[in-house]
């Protein structure tokens, strides 16, 4: 009996030191571009050696030019404002539409379940002709109002899903021992259900800020003009600016800063992110 449960813990063993072997692959395969960007932030131009070898001599000049260049603070701003806009009308929307989808019966509730379900199966390319002329046809063109509205429509199916998955688990005899105390729906959403999507709101703040950050196809159609221009935007224009033969050290250093906020807010808020979204497809 002993030989048998040792024989049957080898391949398990084996099986697990691949699976290592398998992530340590990946993890450098993803952190390959991460290490080309930043060795080349650090290099002069007259430095020609190989994307891979380290500079010849550390050059900390470009981050310097880069935070005294008003493009850099200018595409914060600007980004800061539109995730503010975006994320706030995304939630507010999604966790009230939520609410009254979760709570109601019938075909009416269903049919608009499956239709938040079938948008969130188009990609937004597809839709870019016909968002791009209801834009300027609005006079929405080069304004962060007018993309965060559009940012915040396209994030709101998604963010609805996860919510009234959430609603549904939570029992609707706190909703009837709130109306008999008195309350109305916007109380007994904002200060009884509201509170118990904690975990789901976090993780969806998370997400549409990140991706509302790094979102480039619609700020390059919409938002010409250079006073608007979000961060990847402005990273955008300083590799334009190389075309090839420029600075590219300090456009790889204008990248590098323009992706911290992003990084960073994944490595501390990680375990939201993961927690969210396994209770999210449990529920």
Request: net charge positive.
């Amino acid at each position: 009996m002993e030989g048998k449960l040792k024989q049957s813990k080898g391949p398990n063993t084996h099986s697990v030191w691949w699976c290592y072997i398998v992530a340590i692959l990946l993890i450098l395969i993803y952190l390959l571009p991460i290490y080309i960007m930043l060795n080349l932030s650090f290099r002069t131009l007259q430095d020609l050696g190989t994307k891979l070898s380290l500079p010849a001599a550390w050059n900390f000049g470009n981050y310097i030019e880069v935070f005294k260049s008003g493009d850099l603070w200018l595409g914060f701003k600007n980004s800061i404002i539109l995730v503010l806009e975006t994320v706030t009308l995304e939630i507010v929307l999604s966790a009230l539409a939520a609410y009254g989808l979760a709570r109601s019966s019938g075909r009416l509730a269903e049919s608009i379940r499956n239709i938040n379900m079938g948008i969130m199966m188009i990609p937004s390319v597809a839709l870019l002709v016909g968002t791009y002329g209801l834009m300027v046809k609005f006079h929405m063109t080069n304004t962060l109002y007018g993309l965060a509205l559009l940012s915040a429509a396209g994030g709101i199916p998604g963010t609805m899903f996860m919510y009234v998955n959430f609603v549904v688990s939570i029992p609707t005899a706190l909703d009837e021992a709130a109306a008999i105390d008195g309350a109305g729906v916007l109380r007994t959403f904002t200060q009884i259900i509201m509170p118990q999507l904690k975990a789901v709101t976090v993780t969806r703040i998370i997400m549409s800020a990140t991706g509302c950050w790094n979102n480039y196809l619609m700020p390059m159609y919409l938002l010409q003009d250079k006073s608007k221009f979000t961060i990847i935007l402005v990273i955008k224009s300083a590799f334009n600016r190389t075309n090839g033969v420029g600075n590219l050290p300090k456009a790889c250093a204008t990248c590098a800063l323009g992706l911290l906020p992003v990084i960073l807010l994944y490595l501390f808020l990680q375990k939201y992110i993961i927690e969210g979204q396994i209770d999210s497809s449990v529920k």
